[in-house]
Every structure is written in C-alpha cells, then in structure tokens.
C-alpha cells in the first residue's frame, strides 16, 4: 500500500483544496485497509508485511515466512522447513473413533468394516482389530 500525498514541502507553495482532500482520502483508504487487516474478523486477502503482534484467529492460507514465537492450536498441513524448537501437546483426538467404532469384539468390528490392524474401541477400551 502506498500513498500518494502531496507535502507543502515538496510542492514548494500552499496546497489546493483539491489536493488536501486527496490527501484526506489517501489517508482514509490507508487505515481502512489497516483496520481490516488488524481486526479479528477479517475477510479477504492481504499482501504485505506485517511486524508486531496479533491475538485472535485465522482461517484460510498463508504463503511466505514466519519468524517469532506461536501459541495456540493448528488445523490443517504444513509444507516447508522448521527451524527452532516445537512443543506439541501429547493428544492424539480421533473424533471419528470416539463417536463411532464401538464394538464388542474383532469379530463385531470385521462385521462392520474395520480392517485388519485399524483402531476401535469397545465402550472406551482402545483395542486394535488382530482377527
């Protein structure tokens, strides 16, 4: 983003009102832009650089580089390199496992589709179907 002022210093003589109401409207259009990038509820896309910190959520892509410090959660891949240390929380969350895949037994598993060496469980005892 790049505004286009027009400075008494550099024109050398007093604006005209023409030009200090570009001005305004440069600047107006510049911490509108700011202000959508800023918010937690932005829409859209940004292309830029950005130095700081931020408190909130994101959803969508990013393209580029990172250098700092992340707390919180991650949904989705991740292609590139890391550097640095990373902690990750010991849970593995199968949210599919935990509100189906109860049975009984292998034999009641392979009934039902669950193949050799998959997980289930029967009423929260993970089991891994063997027969």
Known sequence: MSL???LRTQKGSA???GELDDNFS???QSLYQISQVLTN???GSFTGSY????SGSYTGSYTGSYSGSYTGSYTGSYTGSF???LYITPHII???LSSSLNFLNDSAASSSGVPLGA???????LKIRIS
């Open 4 to 6: 286009k002022l027009t």
């Open 15 to 17: 604006l005209t009102y």
């Open 26 to 28: 440069q600047l107006s």
């Open 41 to 43: 509820s932005n829409t």
């Open 51 to 54: 130095t700081g910190s931020y």
């Open 83 to 85: 550097t640095g240390s």
């Open 94 to 96: 199968y949210p599919y």
């Open 119 to 125: 997980i289930y469980h029967t009423s929260g005892t």
